[in-house]
C-alpha cells in the first residue's frame, strides 16, 4: 500500500501537553498544517528565539512561511477573533503566512458566547467550566442544522437567511434565559465587513488536502485539546463539544483514514487539567503547587491556574487504545528534574479492585484511588547536552523507559525547554 506523508498531533491527555511547540517544530519540515477540530478555546503557544507567540484557531504552522496552514472543516472560527489573533501576530513580527480555510468551517457568532455563558449560569455547580468562547453552542448548531459556514459569507443573500434562521431558534432560547436577543442587521453587517478580509482564505480544504496527500507532499494534522476532553471518549459531561482524537481526522478534514500514516501522542511528563471533571492523580498540595510554579501551568486562554498531579498511565493507555499512537512526544521532561517523590499512576483501585481502564460513569470513576510506581528523584542535567536517549541520567532513563514500555509505544521526541531548539529528536517522525 502507499505510504503517505502524514502525522496526526494529538494531545494524549487533557490539553495544554504542548501541541503548539511540537507542531511548530515538525512544522518546519512540512509542507501543510492543518487545524481539524476545536476553536479558539485551545491556547498554542509557540517560542521562537525567546519571543513567545500566542495561537487559538491559526495553526501552529503559520510562522513557518514555507507552510500552508489550512483551518479544516471540523474547526469552529469565530470570524472575529480570528482577524483580532492574526493581527496581533502580524504586529508581533508575522510576515509571510499562508492560511486557507474550508468553505464547510463553521463559524462562532456572539450569540454563542452568550449561550455558552448562560448554560454554565444555569448550571451552576454542575458547571463545567467551558472556557466560554461559544464553543459547545457552536457545534450544537451545526448539530441542530442551523450553523452558519465560512462558505455561507461568499452569498450575501444566502447569509442573511441562514442568520435570519439561526437567530429565530437562538434569539428565543437567550430569552428564556433572560439574556438580550440579537438584531439581525447589525450582525449581519458586522458578518460582511469581516468577510472582506476573510473571503480570500475561504476555499475546499478536503480537495487542498488530497492533492497535496496525494503528491506525496508532509502534512502535519494539528489537534488541539486532548483526548480526554473527547465529546466520545473522554470524561463526559466534562469534555469539550469536538473530537481530539487522532481518529476524527477523516471526518473532520475530508481525507480517507488510510491517508493518516502516524499517530504522535504528545504526552506532558506529568498530568494537568483545567476545568471541572476527574483527575485521579490530582495533587492538592505542595507538590503540585510547586510543579504548576516550575513549569508555568497557567491557561493562555483563560488565564486559570491548572490542576497538577502525577503521570496517569491508566488514562494514558486508554489514549493509546483508541487512537493506535505510532509515537510519544514527551513534553516538559526538564521540570521534573530534581522533584522529590516522583511516581506515576499504574493502575486503579476501584471498590476494593484494582483496573486498567477509565470507568465510563462519572461516580464510578469518581471513585477510583490510583495505584502508584515510586521513581528515584532526576538529577539536575544538562539538557544542551543530551542528543540520545543514552546521553540522559539513568533515574531518567528509568522513568522514560518504563513509560515507553507500559504504553508499547517508543518516545520519539523529548522536550526539554519551551524554545524550538531545546527538542531531542530519537527517532524521525517524517
Ligand atoms: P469548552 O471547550 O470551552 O467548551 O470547554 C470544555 C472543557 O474543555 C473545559 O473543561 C475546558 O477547560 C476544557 N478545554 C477547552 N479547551 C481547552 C484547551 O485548549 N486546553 C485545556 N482544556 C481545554
Not at 317 to 338: E, K, N, P, W
Request: proline share 5%.
Amino acid at each position: 500500500m502507499k505510504q503517505f506523508n502524514t502525522v496526526a498531533v494529538e494531545g494524549s491527555q487533557f490539553g495544554d501537553e504542548g501541541k503548539g511547540k511540537i507542531t511548530d517544530y515538525l512544522a518546519s519540515h512540512a509542507d501543510v498544517v492543518c487545524r481539524y477540530q476545536g476553536g479558539n478555546n485551545a491556547g498554542h503557544s509557540v517560542e521562537i528565539n525567546g519571543v513567545k507567540h500566542a495561537l487559538r484557531s491559526l495553526p501552529s504552522g503559520i510562522y513557518n512561511s514555507n507552510v500552508t496552514n489550512v483551518i479544516a472543516n471540523g474547526v469552529v472560527v469565530n470570524p472575529f477573533a480570528l482577524l483580532d489573533e492574526l493581527d496581533e501576530n502580524i504586529n508581533s513580527g508575522l510576515k509571510t503566512y499562508h492560511l486557507l480555510i474550508s468553505n464547510r468551517a463553521h463559524l462562532i457568532m456572539p450569540y454563542h458566547i452568550d449561550l455558552d455563558g448562560a448554560y454554565e449560569e444555569a448550571l451552576g455547580s454542575n458547571k463545567i467550566g467551558t472556557t466560554k468562547r461559544g464553543i459547545g453552542p457552536c457545534y450544537a448548531d451545526k448539530a441542530k442544522r442551523i450553523g452558519i459556514r465560512a462558505g455561507d459569507l461568499l452569498d450575501k443573500d444566502y447569509l442573511y437567511k441562514r442568520l435570519e434562521g439561526a437567530l429565530a431558534v437562538d434569539n428565543k432560547e437567550l430569552v428564556a434565559f433572560g439574556k438580550k436577543p440579537y438584531e439581525i442587521q447589525p450582525l449581519y453587517e458586522k458578518l460582511l465587513k469581516a468577510s472582506e478580509r476573510l473571503i480570500p482564505f475561504i476555499t475546499d480544504t478536503s480537495v487542498y488536502l488530497n492533492d497535496m496527500i496525494d503528491a506525496g507532499k508532509k502534512v502535519v494534522f494539528e489537534g488541539a485539546q486532548g483526548s480526554l476532553l473527547d465529546l466520545d471518549h473522554g470524561t463526559y459531561p466534562f469534555v469539550t463539544s469536538s473530537s481530539p482524537t487522532s481518529i476524527s481526522i477523516p471526518l473532520n478534514a475530508g481525507i480517507a483514514p488510510m491517508k493518516i500514516h502516524k499517530v504522535l501522542a504528545i504526552m506532558k511528563a506529568y498530568m494537568t487539567r483545567v476545568g471541572s471533571g476527574p483527575m485521579p492523580t490530582e495533587q492538592v498540595n505542595d507538590w503540585g503547587n510547586a510543579i504548576r510554579e516550575k513549569g508555568h501551568e497557567y491557561g493562555v486562554v483563560t488565564h486559570r491556574p491548572r490542576r497538577v498531579g502525577y503521570l496517569d498511565l491508566v488514562l494514558l493507555g486508554y489514549t493509546m487504545r483508541i487512537t493506535g499512537v505510532t509515537d510519544i512526544a514527551c513534553m516538559l521532561f526538564d521540570v521534573l528534574m530534581d522533584v522529590k517523590d516522583l511516581k506515576v499512576c499504574v493502575a486503579y483501585n476501584l471498590d476494593g479492585k484494582e483496573i486498567h481502564y477509565v470507568p465510563s460513569s462519572e461516580p464510578e470513576y469518581a471513585r477510583c484511588t490510583p495505584v502508584y510506581k515510586d521513581f528515584k528523584t532526576i538529577p539536575h542535567f544538562d539538557t544542551k547536552k543530551i542528543h540520545c536517549f543514552e546521553d540522559l541520567p539513568k533515574e531518567a532513563k528509568d522513568y522514560l523507559g518504563f513509560v515507553s514500555t507500559y504504553l508499547n509505544a517508543p518516545i520519539s521526541i523529548l522536550s526539554l525547554g519551551p524554545d524550538r531548539s531545546e527538542t531531542v529528536n530519537f527517532k524521525e517522525i517524517f
